[in-house]
């Protein structure tokens, strides 16, 4: 990249840094983090220039900002659900809403699908699971299957293989997105199937009543991780400043980062699964309470709230 356009894309980002002075620890280490970045850059490609000893001093006071004022925190670990896991939520929005809408759209081809075509639920879904959910009905327990196994053995099973789902489609993004994108995809008309396979026996509502007390956390949960995936796919397609192989370090930490933080949501999504849903003779307010909670949940905790943050610390997350 030619140093004109290395300053014009980043100078009013230095600028501001400059103007605007603050004493929050937190905002100080982001601006040191962006300026080392930009500073390792220019002493790559530009080592004799102007550019560059501007950003070693610009860099080295705000070093010195940084160790005066930064306080230590008292528990990391708070730190990473309160600010850090939000903030990447707030960065990647983009690829949050791409990966939202592969699944809807998907989830409705796969509907469509099923409805035109009848040998497509039992390609989707497995005759052995059509013919046990068919044999369910009949008994007149359409969601019997959620019933079969020890809740205890259920739980582990469900959360480990959930966990599973969420690092493969976290991980298909190294193949430039496209692993990520077929399992939203995947995902998308198995989703859209199971749904019309329930609606067209007549039990839509019922389904959306006892498969959604855990599906809420369960689907929006492969939709952060196909997010992450994306996010993986695109540090190795649009770097940017970066080296290739330093953007593909910085999509793979933020991408894992992301992942590891679903890891609680999957837990409580197998909880439900296992010893809450298999009650599907509740009160319809309970379920409806449920479902209404964890949407609250995602939404405020995906969208909401990492908006909300943003504005308040006002960082820059380019």
């Known amino acids: 990249m030619r140093e004109a356009l290395f300053i014009k894309q980043n100078s009013d980002k230095w600028q501001k840094y400059e103007q605007m002075q603050t004493q929050d620890p937190d905002e100080l280490a982001q601006r040191f983090i962006s300026l080392t970045d930009d500073l390792a850059y220019a002493k790559t490609f530009y080592p004799q220039s102007k550019t560059t000893a501007y950003l070693n001093g610009l860099t ?5 900002s940084i160790y005066k004022n930064k306080k230590e925190k008292t528990n990391r670990f708070i730190l990473f659900w309160e600010q850090e896991l939000p903030l990447l939520f707030k960065k990647y929005q983009r690829q949050l809403l791409y990966a939202f809408l592969f699944t809807v759209v998907f989830a409705l081809m796969g509907a ?8 497509f ?3 989707i879904l497995g005759d052995h699971y059509v013919n046990m959910t068919e044999a369910n009905i009949a008994k007149g327990d359409p969601f019997g299957v959620y019933k079969r196994e020890n809740p205890y053995t259920m739980f582990f099973g469900i959360a480990f293989n959930n966990i599973f789902v969420a690092f493969y489609c976290f991980v298909g993004g190294v193949f430039l997105s496209l692993g990520s994108i077929y399992a939203l995809i995947r995902n998308g008309i198995m989703l859209g199937a199971f749904e019309y396979f329930f609606f067209s026996k ?3 509502l019922k389904s959306v009543l006892v498969i959604w007390i855990h599906g809420t956390l369960e689907i929006s949960s492969i939709i952060i991780a196909g997010a992450a995936g994306l996010v ?5 397609l649009f770097p940017k400043t970066y080296t290739r192989m330093e953007s593909f370090k910085r999509g793979a930490k933020d991408g894992t980062k992301m992942v590891i933080g679903l890891v609680p949501i999957f837990i409580a999504a197998a909880f439900l699964e296992s010893f809450v849903t298999r009650h599907t003779e509740m009160p319809t307010w309970l379920s409806v309470t449920i479902l209404f909670l964890s949407a609250v949940f995602i939404v405020t905790y995906v969208v909401i709230y990492p908006n909300y ?3 308040k610390l006002n ?3 380019n």
Not at 60 to 64: A, P
Not at 232 to 236: A, D, E
């Open 60 to 64: 080295g006071r705000l070093h010195q």
């Open 112 to 119: 469509l699908s099923a409805k035109y075509d009848n040998n």
């Open 121 to 123: 639920l039992r390609l």
């Open 202 to 204: 007549g039990f839509g």
């Open 232 to 236: 993986l796919g695109k540090s190795i």
């Open 309 to 311: 943050l943003h504005k």
């Open 315 to 317: 960082l820059n997350l």
